[in-house]
């Protein structure tokens, strides 16, 4: 699994120097660098994006991050009290999605004060010490959270649960009444929407999961390129650790999908 990171320095100059030191320990093999941005909050309290992530599958979860971070640190006063009492921003669907929980937000958002930058990062590590000691030597705070994709589970969940209704209606409507026939008929039509619709959902989420897994095995198998002799085992270790979890999310995605096909072609 990925881990988010939010490291804070005092000023702009120094979370640059941050990204340029992200980059070597990438290039040593230390961790793995997926994607990163760099956030301002100005001595008003307003938050810029001073560099964003780069486009495509790669950097798509530290975009997601960023948007959140944005909407919900620079946002309106009492938007994370209101985290607190249960209030769900829209903002805040992506990142919650991500396994991004309040604790999380609430550490950078006392951590990111007026004047402060951050670089908000996504990356795999094996050892915490080479980043921390790194990011400490120019003055950085290392925040720390783990990716957990929720989404294929709630998709896949939905998908069963339109299934078992529309399997439901179907068993209704095979023994109702003249009379029921036309009332269930119009619920039986609407479950069947309903199920083709959470079938392009899964189809979606699984193209979108290959395409972000390739992506970063790609990444890796350059970093392998580069890495020196002692490097190049962990790498094979996070490539191996990357396939193996994409497989168990990809099954589950594709049972959804296969039982949303078998019971739209019945």
């Avoid at 990011?135 to 950085?140: D, V």
Wanted: no cysteine; proline share 2%.
């Amino acid at each position: 699994m990925s881990k988010f990171v939010v490291i804070v320095f005092p000023d702009e100059a120094q979370a640059y120097r941050g990204t340029q030191a992200l980059k070597e320990l990438h290039f040593e093999g230390s961790l793995t660098l997926y994607g990163m941005a760099v956030i301002a909050k100005d001595a008003e309290g307003k938050l810029s994006l001073k560099q964003a992530a780069d486009p495509g599958p790669l950097s798509a979860a530290v975009g997601a991050l960023v948007g959140g971070l944005i909407g919900v640190i620079g946002g309106p006063v009492g938007v994370l009290a209101g985290m607190a009492g249960g209030t769900l921003f829209g903002s805040m669907v992506d990142i919650f999605n991500y396994g991004v929980g309040e604790d999380f937000l609430l550490k950078v958002s006392d951590e990111l004060k007026p004047g402060k930058t951050v670089i908000v990062a996504e990356l795999s590590e094996d050892w915490r010490t080479p980043l921390d000691a790194r990011m400490e030597a120019l003055g950085g705070i290392v925040l720390r959270t783990w990716r957990a994709d929720f989404e294929d589970e709630q998709i896949a969940r939905e998908a069963a649960a339109i299934k078992a209704d529309f399997d439901q209606l179907r068993r209704e409507y095979a023994q109702a009444s003249a009379d029921a026939k036309a009332t269930l008929k119009v619920k039986l039509d609407e479950a069947k929407a309903a199920l083709e619709r959470a079938e392009q959902r899964v189809e979606a989420r699984r193209e979108a999961l290959e395409k972000e897994v390739n992506a970063k095995i790609a990444a890796l198998q350059q970093q392998l390129g580069q890495a020196h002799a002692e490097a190049k085992h962990d790498i094979n270790k996070r490539i191996a650790a990357l396939r193996a979890d994409y497989e168990a999310r990809s099954a589950k995605l594709k049972q959804a999908w296969t039982l949303a096909k078998e019971a739209l072609a019945a």
